[in-house]
């Protein structure tokens, strides 16, 4: 289905050249001859497959003179699989810092028997022999734009802390 186009019209149909990318794991270079096959369902253009880790999880078009646009669709095939890696590292970040911050507030807590906090402390390369202090702060007037620059500033490299949220009340 087509996703984006300079063509809202476009919006939501079927594209052959597409399919056929997809299908057959190349790309597909659609000239007149072959749009007027296809009863101009597709327009002239490139369409190329993107991936990642190996797999299809979509096609870039190009419309256009294929010879002409062949190169542009390349470009925009690498930026669009770089976006894709880049998107999935930062989503798998954020959910390691989620999942260590629950470690490190059920450890200040005292929830874990030592087998779980040896096996989670290992999993998230977190020193148990290194002595730590634990700081609660409170702030005053509360706002997640305050938080966030907060907990921006302490986990400054400088710092080598760990940081976890314990609550978070908006008023």
């Known amino acids: 289905m087509i996703i984006a186009s300079g063509n809202p019209a476009r919006l939501n149909q079927l594209h052959i050249g597409a399919v056929l990318a997809l299908r057959q794991d190349r790309m597909v270079e659609v000239d007149e001859k072959l749009a007027g ?18 797999h299809n999880i979509g096609v870039i078009g190009v419309s256009g003179v294929p010879e002409q646009v062949k190169s542009y669709a390349e470009l925009v095939k690498m930026t669009a699989e770089l976006i894709v890696e880049q998107h999935i590292l930062l989503e798998k970040e954020s959910w390691n810092r989620r999942y260590k911050e629950e470690f490190i507030l059920q450890l200040v807590k005292g929830n874990l028997s030592l087998t779980e906090v040896e ?31 907060l907990v921006s500033y302490l986990e400054q490299l400088q710092f080598e802390q760990e940081v976890a949220i314990y609550h978070f009340f908006s008023i």
């Open 119 to 149: 096996e989670q402390a290992k999993f998230f390369s977190f020193s148990l022999t290194i002595p730590r202090i634990v700081i609660i702060i409170k702030l005053l007037k509360p706002s997640i734009d305050s938080l966030q620059h």
């Open 37 to 54: 096959k296809w009863n101009f369902e597709a327009q002239p253009g490139i369409n190329v497959p993107i991936q990642y880790l190996g």
